[in-house]
């Protein structure tokens, strides 16, 4: 059980705009930042947001990210089947000292 | 560009220590700013921190592991490794290897901008 909640599964078709929901707590989104990871079928995750909303160098635009209380999520735009992975939103948790993970949403490009 | 490799043992028996080392290169480990750390991932599921070492030596462990994890550098060899005792088929996952750097935005510490590509460790006799 994963103390960041996502849903398993997303899906849009190409050129489709989806938001991907992320739901803590206090401890964790309520009092940090939000960060999201893309995890491409057999690789490592890699970095897509970080502090809420600002992407890495190489990140297209089309990647979005927002928060709102103890809620984020991520938005991503102009849909493309190299976007088909698994995305997993971050944060740092108060009561653990240390990161907490959502169990991961796939999302799928019909 | 920095780059994070994991290496170590596939398969462990259960009872036993799992042994991993991450290799570092495009970063010096001893800088500091940087909290090297350790991530699984088990078969289907989500991602579980594990813990960090910072360049100076101090630890931080995920308390649902805290009595069976020691993380440590090897500065001599860019490296930095996880050992985790008494294993069970609950520690079955992939390990990642990661570098935490410095959250300059937000309240808290690090985040992790560069994984390694992660080690697949099977817990079986």
């Known amino acids: 059980q994963s103390v960041l909640t996502q849903p398993p599964s997303v899906s849009g078709t190409p050129g489709q705009r989806v938001t991907i929901p992320c739901s803590g707590g206090s401890s964790n989104i309520g009092g940090y930042s939000v960060y999201w990871y893309q995890q491409l079928p057999g690789t490592a995750p890699k970095l897509l947001i970080y502090?809420?909303?600002q992407r890495p160098s190489g990140v297209p635009d089309r990647f979005s990210g927002s928060k709102s209380g103890t809620s984020a999520s991520l938005a991503i735009g102009g849909l493309r089947s190299e976007d088909e992975a698994d995305y997993y939103c971050a944060a740092w948790d108060d009561s653990l000292s240390g990161w907490v993970f959502g169990g991961g949403t796939k999302l799928t490009v019909l | 560009q920095v780059q994070l490799q994991e290496s170590g043992p596939g398969l462990v028996k259960p009872s036993q220590t799992l042994s991993l080392t991450c290799t570092v290169s495009g970063a010096s480990i001893t800088s500091g700013g940087y909290y090297w750390s350790w991530i699984r991932q088990h078969p289907g599921r989500g991602l579980e921190w594990i813990g960090y070492i910072y360049y100076s030596g101090t630890t931080y462990y995920n308390p649902s592991l805290n009595s069976r994890v020691t993380i440590a550098l090897d500065t001599s060899k860019t490296q930095f490794t996880l050992r985790l005792n008494s294993v069970t088929a609950a520690d079955t996952a992939m390990y990642y290897c990661?570098?935490?750097?410095?959250?300059?935005?937000?309240?808290?510490?690090?985040?992790?901008?560069?994984w390694g590509q992660g080690t697949l460790v099977t817990v079986s006799s």
């Open positions: 502090s809420e909303n």
């Open positions: 990661a570098r935490g750097t410095l959250a300059l935005l937000g309240r808290e510490p690090y985040y992790f901008d560069n």
